[in-house]
Structures are given as C-alpha cells and as structure tokens.
T-cell receptor, first 114, second 110 residues
Framework: EADIYQTPRYLVIGTGKKITLECSQT?????MYWYQQDPGMELHLIHY???????EKGDLSSESTVSRIRTEHFPLTLESARPSHTSQYLC?????????????FGNGTRLTVT | GEDVEQSLFLSVREGDSSVINCTYT??????LYWYKQEPGAGLQLLTY?????DMKQDQRLTVLLNKKDKHLSLRIADTQTGDSAIYFC??????????FGAGTRLFVKA
C-alpha cells in the first residue's frame, strides 16, 4: 500500500535536459525528504523540508533544487542533467506517532542521463 | 560524529535464523529502526524499538538493543527466500534527522 508516490519510475534523458521528479504523499506529513541512493546501496540525504515554504539542503551536495508549495507535494528539479546525476532518487515523508517518526518511502525514480 | 555501521553481506540457508548487527554512536537516540528494501522498491519500515527497551519481538522478528554498547541486532527466525533483501539500520536523533547505516544485503539459499 503506497501512500507516497513517485513519478516517473524510470527516466532516461540526454545531457543538458531539465527534469522534474515528482513526489506526493497523502498522509498529511509535514516533513519530507529526498535521498540519493548509490548502486552500492548507501543513502545520502540531499534535501528536506519541515513544511510548506521550508526547504533545506541535506548532507550530500546536490545540483538539484526542491520546492514545497503544498504539504503533499515535494518535487525535485535538475536544471541541466549530467551523467553524474545518474542514480536512484528516493522520496520520503514522516509524521509522528507511537513509532516515533519513521520515514515512509516511495518506490523511487531511477534516473539515467546519457 | 553521528554514524551507524553494519556489515554489508550475510548469507544463510533457508530455514536458518539470520542475525543482522548494527552499531550506532548517538546515545541520545530515542528510536531505532530496521527497514527492508526489496529490489526496485523504496525502503519499508520493518520494525522499531524505543531506546528504553531491551528487546522487542514481532512474529519472526526479534530486535535486541544493548544501549551500553550502542549495539542493535535484528534476528529473523526461519528465514525464507522472500526475506532476501537489503536491511537498513537507522537511528532517530531527534528533529528531522534519521541516520542510516549502509545496509546489509541478506542472501537466502534454498
């Protein structure tokens, strides 16, 4: 059961193109995140948001930008894609409950830049 | 600094128990999590443990927490081929930040 949706699932584009990766969640969570995942599995936080109109850069420097105009929507944009941007991008959100604040992940977008 | 470490690979036979280990550094962590990632998918919360607990059992899963040694383990009883996946240990350090380990790839041999 997916409450957080990412589109597209796969994207192959040429160098220099502008792209937007979409992420939406229906859980009303305030916090949202973008992670980049290496082929070797490790996750790197590239952007996060506390809520509407809040965006922050994560631990890994990224040439991408994000926006948070609506609670449910947290798109990631690359103005000019390069082969070094080829990776898996995972979007996540978190709220608060008896489990603490675990992250709920989308299924990811696998981006290939040729 | 904050760090979560776990071994990268584990191979077990079907029906055996799997134990995945993790160490963390932030003693102020309130919640510790195990996530599972299957091929082509995002991470899925598997189980969690609150920092004042020593053990938590949930069906085939047992989580053990040694707060003194900052050691967390996940035991999967009667491991099945469907358990083959990558398992991530994570600590919630408060605020926005969750620190993930690099993931342990579990191979289950039939």
């Amino acid at each position: 059961e997916a409450d957080i949706y990412q589109t597209p699932r796969y994207l192959v584009i040429g160098t220099g193109k502008k792209i937007t990766l979409e992420c939406s969640q229906t859980m009303g969570h305030d916090k949202m995140y973008w992670y980049q995942q290496d082929p070797g599995m490790e996750l790197h936080l590239i952007h996060y948001s506390y809520g509407v109109n809040s965006t922050e850069k994560g631990d890994l420097s990224s040439e991408s930008t994000v926006s948070r105009i609506r609670t449910e929507h947290f798109p990631l944009t690359l103005e000019s894609a390069r082969p070094s941007h080829t990776s898996q991008y995972l979007c996540a959100s978190s709220g608060w409950g008896r489990e603490g604040s675990p992250l709920h992940f989308g299924n990811g977008t696998r981006l290939t830049v040729t | 600094g904050e760090d979560v470490e776990q071994s990268l690979f584990l191979s077990v036979r079907e029906g055996d128990s799997s134990v995945i280990n993790c160490t963390y550094t932030d003693s102020s962590s309130t919640y510790l999590y195990w996530y599972k990632q299957e091929p082509g998918a995002g991470l899925q919360l598997l189980t969690y443990i609150f920092s004042n607990m020593d053990m938590k059992q949930d069906q085939r899963l047992t989580v053990l927490l040694n707060k003194k040694d900052k050691h967390l383990s996940l035991r999967i009883a009667d491991t099945q081929t469907g358990d083959s996946a990558i398992y991530f240990c994570a600590e919630d350090t408060g605020g926005f930040k969750t620190i993930f380990g690099a993931g342990t790839r579990l191979f289950v041999k039939a």
